[in-house]
């Protein structure tokens, strides 16, 4: 896999927080769904307080001010860069596949 701009981009804006956060299972933050936002505890301050974006699938903590995407969100969880973006390709690939196949996703 080739690391580019665009497939960055694509992890960042494109594949859902909350799908990565649901594949991360016992390993990722917990999350939850309140007042129409997908919120999670903030990997800085554990706070549940970190309030995903939808307009650009970024998260913002409003403890303690962090933003946080989801090749940051990998890392953060003890992955290499590389690695990270690996397998969060794969998963932006599966998630666009079940949406092709009008599967539910996260």
């Known amino acids: 896999m080739k690391v580019t701009r665009e497939l960055l ?42 309030t995903v974006n939808p307009k650009n699938n970024l998260a913002h903590c409003f403890s303690c001010g962090e933003n946080v995407n989801n090749i940051d969100l990998m890392m953060l969880q003890g992955h290499d860069f590389l690695p990270a973006v690996k397998i969060l390709g794969n998963w932006l690939d599966q998630y666009r596949r079940d949406l092709s196949d009008g599967r539910s996703t996260a």
């Not at 694509?10 to 594949?15: A, S, Y």
């Not at 505890?41 to 307080?49: G, T, V, Y």
């Open 9 to 50: 981009r694509e992890i960042r804006n494109d594949l859902p927080m909350k799908l990565t956060i649901t594949r991360l299972g016992q390993h990722g933050p917990i999350g939850k769904h309140s007042d129409g936002f997908f919120r999670f505890q903030c990997p800085f301050c554990k706070e549940l307080r970190a």
